[in-house]
Structure formats: structure tokens, C-alpha cells
């Protein structure tokens, strides 16, 4: 099992250009969410998806779109990129829900010029 | 939502001492709560769980506590080694299927 899987690694993107962040699993997991890490700030919850064609928002949504079309895929897209994008973005999946452990893919770091 | 805090920031401690981390949350309905260990340039991994049905749970040289009345739970780490130094978040669910995290402790273990 490869678990769950993230690209790009990383990306520098300049202020209003958009891009997709691609998130996958493989452990059939039906909750994948997305978090944002900021130093300082933890780990703060973009959107989350609860099955295949289910998605709310969490923390802080603005400025991102998902979708769920596959139990396997959860895109984050970004809109128009603003610097105060510049993070870390994390890709997690679990079992059924938050009141599960979360498998976290290995990160995209991005930063907004 | 949900209000995650973590005390201290910041803990140093000397190899071989006990570590010890509060958490603290607000929504009475929160129902489990992990703890995550990040090293540097690494994802977050679960190290440890519980739910709140139970009031301890021990593995190996780790141990969380809960204390739902008072809603703080606490990560213990006994006999500290240098791999233990990273960065420790709590969470707690809230709502529909969100997670709350803390901003995060950072464990420092001296040799």
C-alpha cells in the first residue's frame, strides 16, 4: 500500500495563478480532508469530504475549491493564489470520520511570490 | 467549532525525565482524542489515542490520561531519548466529522 500519496512536493506559484493540489489513497478510506500548516498555528482544516460526492468546509475554506468524484482522489484547488496561501498543505484520510486516526501524505509546500 | 489548546509550547527536558503535555478542549460532545507526533520536515503520525469511555491508556513508554469533567487530556513520555524530541499535537472531533488540532508542543529532549 502506498497510503496516501501527494504531488507536488513542492511549487512556487506567482500571486493570482491557480493550481490543483492532488491528494490519493489507497486504503479505501471514505474521510479525506485537507489541512493547512502554518508556523505557529498548527494544523487548520480546509475542507473535508465524508464519501464520493460529499464535501463541507472546514476552518478555513476561503480561497480553496474540492471536489470528490473517486473514493481514491481529493483535489484541493486554489483560485486565484494570494501569498497568505504560503504554507504547507497536508492530505489526510481515515476510516469514517475525525473520531479516527488520520494517515497524513507527506505534504506540498507552496509558496505564493 | 471546537477550541484546542496545548500547555506548554515549549518543554525541554533532560534524557531519561519524564515529559508530561495538557491539552485542553472545549466542546463537551468531543468523544476521542489523539496525538499526533511530528518530526522536522515529516508528516504527523498518531502515536497514541483514546476515547472517552476509558481514563488511561499506556503503550510502551507512552501514556495519555482524560479527564472529561474538567475536558483536558495529557500525553506522558517516560524515560525520554534524544528520537523523542519533535513536535506533539492533540486534537479533539467537533460537529459534522471535523477535527480540531492544537497548535502544538514542542518537545525538546537534552542528551
Known amino acids: 500500500n502506498a497510503g496516501v500519496t501527494q504531488t507536488p512536493k513542492f511549487q512556487v506559484l506567482k500571486t493570482g495563478q491557480s493550481m490543483t493540489l492532488q491528494c490519493a489513497q489507497d486504503?479505501?478510506?471514505?474521510?479525506m480532508s485537507w489541512y493547512r500548516q502554518d508556523p505557529g498555528m498548527g494544523l487548520r482544516l480546509i475542507h473535508y469530504?465524508?464519501?464520493?460526492?460529499?464535501?463541507d468546509q472546514g476552518e478555513v475554506p476561503n480561497g480553496y475549491n474540492v471536489s470528490r468524484s473517486t473514493t481514491e482522489d481529493f483535489p484541493l484547488r486554489l483560485l486565484s493564489a494570494a501569498p497568505s496561501q504560503t504554507s504547507v498543505y497536508f492530505c489526510?484520510?481515515?476510516?469514517?470520520?475525525?473520531?479516527?486516526?488520520?494517515?497524513f501524505g507527506p505534504g506540498t509546500r507552496l509558496t505564493v511570490l | 467549532g471546537e477550541n484546542v489548546e496545548q500547555h506548554p509550547s515549549t518543554l525541554s527536558v533532560q534524557e531519561g525525565d519524564s515529559a508530561v503535555i495538557k491539552c485542553t478542549y472545549s466542546?463537551?460532545?468531543?468523544?476521542?482524542f489523539p496525538w499526533y507526533k511530528q518530526e522536522l520536515g515529516k508528516r504527523p503520525q498518531l502515536i497514541i489515542d483514546?476515547?472517552?469511555?476509558?481514563g488511561e491508556k499506556k503503550d510502551q513508554r507512552i501514556a495519555v490520561t482524560l479527564n472529561k469533567t474538567a475536558k483536558h487530556f495529557s500525553l506522558h513520555i517516560t524515560e525520554t531519548q534524544p528520537e523523542d524530541s519533535a513536535v506533539y499535537f492533540c486534537?479533539?472531533?467537533?460537529?459534522?466529522?471535523?477535527?480540531?488540532f492544537g497548535k502544538g508542543n514542542q518537545v525538546v529532549v537534552i542528551p
Open positions: 469530504s465524508v464519501g464520493a460526492g460529499i464535501t
Open positions: 483514546i476515547r472517552s469511555n476509558v
Open positions: 486504503m479505501n478510506h471514505e474521510y
Open positions: 489526510a484520510s481515515s476510516y469514517s470520520s475525525g473520531g479516527y486516526e488520520q494517515f
Open positions: 486534537a479533539a472531533p467537533y460537529g459534522n466529522n471535523r477535527l480540531a
Open positions: 466542546d463537551s460532545a468531543s468523544n476521542y
